[in-house]
């Protein structure tokens, strides 16, 4: 061996040490440099006095310690390494920590951005109050493009994509303006509803990147959902706390706030929120546990214990569904909530590992929710043409089938997997397919019922 | 020779502050300087050096910073602060008091019973 061969292989066991080093959580990379200093310094020592650098090398990690003691000290001294941080990223040297402050850079002038873009019709003699329709049927098109537009900058797509995402946003825009709806009737607020859960496809296509195409890159679009649902309820909370305290303070000198709250506070900070919670989803990503799938495992065992004595009482008394005005809503949320709680623990599971109890229960969940949901459209279905089709009726009968059918063939899938006669990879796969036909529905509400039901 | 663990954790402040106390210097050098002073009779697991260096800094009484060493790599230095003094003049304080207590109480116990003292316990006076 050459006195090359033993450089090279003495920097690729230091290489192998440091990347060791650096998967313990409570050593930062500053202190990997110290202590990787250290022991160039000990091994140098020790060629020195007549060591093989292969010897030095172990001898120095000897003398070094046990790792896992180290970085066990190491967790004593710095406690607060182990609570993961969230918005600095301090562990990463150089280009990384760079790159992350450009990314909260532009994410933070991008949430400036559609503050300043939601007040823009305000320039025009728009007002929020006296324009509630057009700010209610366009509030999707002041923030999800600059969303998108994070996405398109960040993953650098290609600009044919570009083009496509933005005859997307045109489109919307164009339809979302131009029908005669009457002023907060039934077909523009449906066209409110829906506009955002079409265009939230188009976020999706930006955020996957060049992956849409696979199923991955489709799972990750709904883990990054249901993180930013959650990021954006706290900031909403952060957000009413802050609120309630101005109110307060400027009580005490007799100021009125509500005006500047309603105008201004509420929908910049509504509107940049979006943008500031979807960079810190992006940023946390690999940093905290996601807390999507947590949640999903703390309250299915609940609903599925609601769902079960709900049908056991519906069975028991023989009550009939009491059909009111809202039931049918009332149903199609408890589908979603359901379909949620499925797809977070879906895309939290390990296709690979064995079925469990968990599942079970899943299973459970989601044939109780099927069952009641079909005990409600049965009731809903004998008196359908006593009511007539309002275009609310329509789209909430549309979204129950369309949910109806993504839960039943889930079931299906649930039980085959439970029975092992399938693969968790199909009811994975499945749900991911299945995210265009929410959008495409969503987009038929948007662009084919205003006229179909007369702009009511 | 072994020491106790407490021990060297209670002793590591006090050696690490007076070796800075002599000069800046960095995790190696202050190892090094811990095996010459000791003669070989302290040995600490280097590692272990670094996260007594982080408290030291986080007590404020130690500063660190971050230069280019002579063989290029950088290498982080430590510095004695005011406070780090002070700590070392409070450490040094007890440690005589405690010295001072062992030292009389090894006195007597060695001319009372010389014939029945082990001999392990012989060489303890000076490692403390």
Known sequence: MSAADHVDSLEAQVDQWRSYLRRRQAIHTVDVAELEDHLREQIAALVDAGLAADEAFLVAMKRMGNLDALSREFAREHSDRLWKQLVVVPSEAGDARGWARTDGIVAFCLAVAAAVLIKVPTLFGMDLDQDAGFYARNVSLFVLPLLTGYFVWKRGLAASTVRWLAGAFIAAAVFANVYPVAPLGYTERLMALHLPIALWLVVGIAYAGGRWRQGGGRMDFIRFTGELFIYYVLIALGGGVFTAFMALIFQAIDIDVERFFQSWLLPCGAAGAVLIASWLVEAKQSVIENMAPVLTKLFTPLFAALLVTFLGTVLWTGRGVDIERNVLIAFDLLLVVVLGLLLYSVSARDPRSPPGVFDVLQVVLVVSALLADAVALWAIASRISEFGFTPNRVAALGENVILLVNLAWSAVLYLRFLRKRGSFTELERWQTNYIPVYAVWAAIVVIAFPPLFGYI | ?128
């Open chain 2, 1 to 128: 020779m072994e020491i106790s663990k407490d021990l060297m954790a209670a002793s590591s402040t006090p050696i690490v502050l007076a070796i800075l106390a002599e000069g800046d210097s960095y995790g190696y050098a202050i190892l090094q300087r811990v095996r010459e002073l000791s003669g070989g009779r302290i040995e600490w697991t280097d590692g272990m050096l670094y996260p007594v260096l982080h408290r030291l800094e986080r007590l404020g009484h130690v500063e660190a910073r971050w230069e280019v060493a002579e063989t290029g790599r950088r290498r982080k230095y430590y510095r004695i602060t005011s406070e780090g003094r002070a700590q070392l003049a409070e450490e040094r304080r007890q440690w005589q008091a405690v010295d001072a207590t062992l030292r009389g109480i090894w006195q007597v116990l060695s001319v009372s019973i010389p014939a029945t003292q082990p001999p392990s316990a012989a060489p303890l006076p000076q490692g403390a």
